[in-house]
C-alpha cells in the first residue's frame, strides 16, 4: 500500500556530458548522486536536464540523466520527460524529467495549449518593428498522473518558468550580458515577465480543470519557479482567497509545502549573498492534509552570483526540496481531510 511517499524537486542545471573541462559529467555525477540519494524520493521532478545526439528514429537522448542515476533506485523508476516537437525526441536543452517509483498512468506537455502566446510590439528594437510578435514560453509544463494504488491518483506538474533576466531585444544587446540601453534591458526584462506570468497563468488554468472535475484532486506542483513566495509568479499559481477574495474558492487553491521549514533554512538559491526561495513544492488542498514534513538540502549551499569562470563547482546552485506525505483513507479511499499534522 503506497499510503507514505516522499515528493521532491531539483534543478540539476544543465546536466550534460558536453560542458566545460572544469565541469565534467564524472564530476557533476560525483556531487549531484549523492544528493539524490539522500533525497529518498518516491517521485522526483527534475529541470534543466540537457539531451545528447545519437542515432535513431528519437535524435536525442537523456543519456547524461541515464549516467546519473545508474545503479541507483531512480534508475528502475518509471519515466516520462519533455519532448521536441518535430519528432526529434528530448529537447535539446532544459528538458523536465519526472521519475515515479509507481506508475504513471499519462503523461501530456502543454504550451500555449490553454493561453495563446500573447502579442507585443517592440519599441527599442532597432529596427522598430512594424508589427506585434508572438511573446512565446520558454518551456513547456509537463503533466503526470500517477497510480498510488486502491484507486487514488496523484497528479504532478513539473514546472521551470522564465528566469528574470532580460530577454533579446533587437540591436540592443553590445554582448551576452551587455546592453546598449537602460530603456533596450527595460523592455527585455518587461519581456522575460510576460513569458513568466504567462506559463504560470496557463498552468493555472490546468490546475483549475483538474480540480473543477475533482475539488479533492491530489495534485503537486514542483519545480524551478524562479519566483519567490510572494511574487506575481507563485500568486497566480497559489490562487489564495486573499488575492481572490472569495473563501469559497479554497478547494483551488494551492499551499506551499515549505511553510513546513524552519524560516531561517527557508531557501533553495543563494544570490549575491541574499538567500532566496525559488524551488517549490505547491500541493492542493486535499494534499495539503496528508503533508507531514518538509526539507531544503541548502547546507554548504554556494552562492550562485560568482563570476563567469571563477568557480568550477560540479553541483547545482539550486538545493532541491523534498516533501513528504502519508494518506489517511477516508470513506472513497482519498486522504480525509484535517487528518494529519501540517
Given at each position: 500500500?503506497?499510503?507514505?511517499?516522499?515528493?521532491?524537486?531539483?534543478?540539476?542545471?544543465?546536466?550534460?556530458?558536453?560542458?566545460?573541462?572544469?565541469?565534467?559529467?564524472?564530476?557533476?555525477?560525483?556531487?549531484?548522486?549523492?544528493?539524490?540519494?539522500?533525497?529518498?524520493?518516491?517521485?522526483?521532478?527534475?529541470?534543466?536536464?540537457?539531451?545528447?545526439?545519437?542515432?535513431?528514429?528519437?535524435?536525442?537522448?537523456?543519456?547524461?540523466?541515464?549516467?546519473?542515476?545508474?545503479?541507483?533506485?531512480?534508475?528502475?523508476?518509471?519515466?516520462?520527460?519533455?519532448?521536441?516537437?518535430?519528432?526529434?525526441?528530448?529537447?535539446?536543452?532544459?528538458?523536465?524529467?519526472?521519475?515515479?517509483?509507481?506508475?504513471?498512468?499519462?503523461?501530456?506537455?502543454?504550451?500555449?495549449?490553454?493561453?495563446?502566446?500573447?502579442?507585443?510590439?517592440?519599441?527599442?528594437?532597432?529596427?522598430?518593428?512594424?508589427?506585434?510578435?508572438?511573446?512565446?514560453?520558454?518551456?513547456?509544463?509537463?503533466?503526470?498522473?500517477?497510480?498510488?494504488?486502491?484507486?487514488?491518483?496523484?497528479?504532478?506538474?513539473?514546472?521551470?518558468?522564465?528566469?528574470?533576466?532580460?530577454?533579446?531585444?533587437?540591436?540592443?544587446?553590445?554582448?551576452?550580458?551587455?546592453?546598449?540601453?537602460?530603456?533596450?534591458?527595460?523592455?527585455?526584462?518587461?519581456?522575460?515577465?510576460?513569458?513568466?506570468?504567462?506559463?504560470?497563468?496557463?498552468?493555472?488554468?490546468?490546475?483549475?480543470?483538474?480540480?473543477?472535475?475533482?475539488?479533492?484532486?491530489?495534485?503537486?506542483?514542483?519545480?524551478?519557479?524562479?519566483?519567490?513566495?510572494?511574487?506575481?509568479?507563485?500568486?497566480?499559481?497559489?490562487?489564495?482567497?486573499?488575492?481572490?477574495?472569495?473563501?469559497?474558492?479554497?478547494?483551488?487553491?494551492?499551499?506551499?509545502?515549505?511553510?513546513?521549514?524552519?524560516?531561517?533554512?527557508?531557501?533553495?538559491?543563494?544570490?549575491?549573498?541574499?538567500?532566496?526561495?525559488?524551488?517549490?513544492?505547491?500541493?492542493?488542498?486535499?494534499?495539503?492534509?496528508?503533508?507531514?514534513?518538509?526539507?531544503?538540502?541548502?547546507?554548504?549551499?554556494?552562492?550562485?552570483?560568482?563570476?563567469?569562470?571563477?568557480?568550477?563547482?560540479?553541483?547545482?546552485?539550486?538545493?532541491?526540496?523534498?516533501?513528504?506525505?502519508?494518506?489517511?483513507?477516508?470513506a472513497e479511499g482519498l486522504p480525509a481531510r484535517g487528518q494529519a499534522t501540517?
Open positions: 500500500m503506497n499510503d507514505s511517499f516522499r515528493i521532491a524537486t531539483f534543478n540539476l542545471e544543465n546536466l550534460d556530458d558536453r560542458p566545460p573541462p572544469a565541469l565534467s559529467l564524472g564530476a557533476r555525477i560525483a556531487a549531484l548522486r549523492p544528493i539524490l540519494l539522500r533525497l529518498e524520493a518516491d517521485i522526483l521532478c527534475l529541470q534543466e536536464v540537457n539531451a545528447q545526439d545519437h542515432s535513431g528514429p528519437e535524435r536525442r537522448q537523456l543519456a547524461a540523466l541515464d549516467s546519473l542515476l545508474a545503479g541507483t533506485p531512480y534508475e528502475s523508476f518509471d519515466r516520462v520527460w519533455t519532448r521536441d516537437r518535430h519528432g526529434a525526441g528530448a529537447l535539446d536543452v532544459h528538458n523536465l524529467v519526472v521519475l515515479s517509483r509507481f506508475p504513471i498512468l499519462d503523461s501530456a506537455q502543454i504550451r500555449h495549449d490553454l493561453v495563446p502566446a500573447p502579442l507585443y510590439r517592440l519599441v527599442t528594437a532597432t529596427p522598430v518593428p512594424l508589427d506585434a510578435a508572438a511573446v512565446e514560453w520558454d518551456r513547456p509544463l509537463l503533466y503526470a498522473r500517477i497510480d498510488l494504488g486502491r484507486g487514488r491518483c496523484l497528479h504532478v506538474v513539473n514546472l521551470h518558468l522564465r528566469a528574470p533576466l532580460a530577454a533579446v531585444v533587437a540591436g540592443q544587446k553590445a554582448g551576452p550580458l551587455t546592453w546598449h540601453s537602460v530603456a533596450g534591458w527595460a523592455e527585455g526584462f518587461f519581456l522575460a515577465s510576460i513569458k513568466r506570468t504567462g506559463q504560470a497563468l496557463e498552468a493555472r488554468l490546468f490546475l483549475d480543470r483538474l480540480l473543477s472535475a475533482d475539488s479533492a484532486a491530489l495534485i503537486a506542483v514542483c519545480g524551478d519557479l524562479n519566483s519567490d513566495l510572494r511574487e506575481m509568479p507563485v500568486r497566480v499559481l497559489l490562487g489564495d482567497s486573499d488575492d481572490t477574495g472569495n473563501p469559497s474558492l479554497a478547494d483551488h487553491t494551492l499551499w506551499p509545502a515549505t511553510t513546513l521549514v524552519p524560516r531561517q533554512a527557508r531557501y533553495s538559491v543563494i544570490h549575491a549573498s541574499r538567500p532566496v526561495l525559488v524551488d517549490h513544492v505547491l500541493v492542493s488542498a486535499s494534499l495539503k492534509s496528508c503533508c507531514r514534513a518538509a526539507e531544503i538540502l541548502n547546507q554548504n549551499l554556494p552562492d550562485e552570483a560568482v563570476p563567469p569562470g571563477a568557480s568550477d563547482y560540479s553541483g547545482s546552485y539550486h538545493a532541491p526540496v523534498v516533501a513528504a506525505f502519508t494518506l489517511i483513507a477516508g501540517t
